[in-house]
């Protein structure tokens, strides 16, 4: 028989993964790897990652701005102003933003808080 015929069976001993028994081997601990054969995260790869998305959103704020810079009128409560419009929607959102982010970080405060002193 050839080498490439695959009517006999292969022994289990053989199969690279596979432990004699039949139950599967562990895979070798490579560097770079995680236990499931991923390759690991990094912090040079995470700061890489916040580094490309800090620069894509950079370049839609200028495309937002260039956009939209013809003045717009504000009304706030008893505040009234002109401004560019890019700065209107850049101020909402900043406000939005800090709407979320204020009440989130008092929140993890709270449970940080709580996991220091009970567990």
Request: proline share 8%; charged share 15%; aromatic share 2%.
């Amino acid at each position: 028989m050839s080498a490439h015929d695959q009517s006999e069976p292969v022994p289990a001993d053989t199969v690279p993964g596979v432990a004699p028994d039949g139950s599967a081997e562990p895979a070798p601990h490579r560097s770079g790897l995680d236990s499931k054969g991923r390759v690991k995260r990094t912090r040079a790869s995470t700061a890489w990652a916040g580094a490309v998305a800090l620069a894509l959103a950079a370049a839609l704020v200028v495309v937002l701005v260039v956009q939209n810079s013809d003045p717009v009128t504000v009304d706030f409560l008893w505040l009234s102003g002109d401004l560019p419009g890019a700065a209107a929607l850049l101020i909402a959102a900043i406000a939005g933003a800090l709407l979320v982010a204020v009440p989130a970080a008092v929140r993890i405060t709270q449970l940080r808080r709580s996991l220091r002193r009970n567990g």
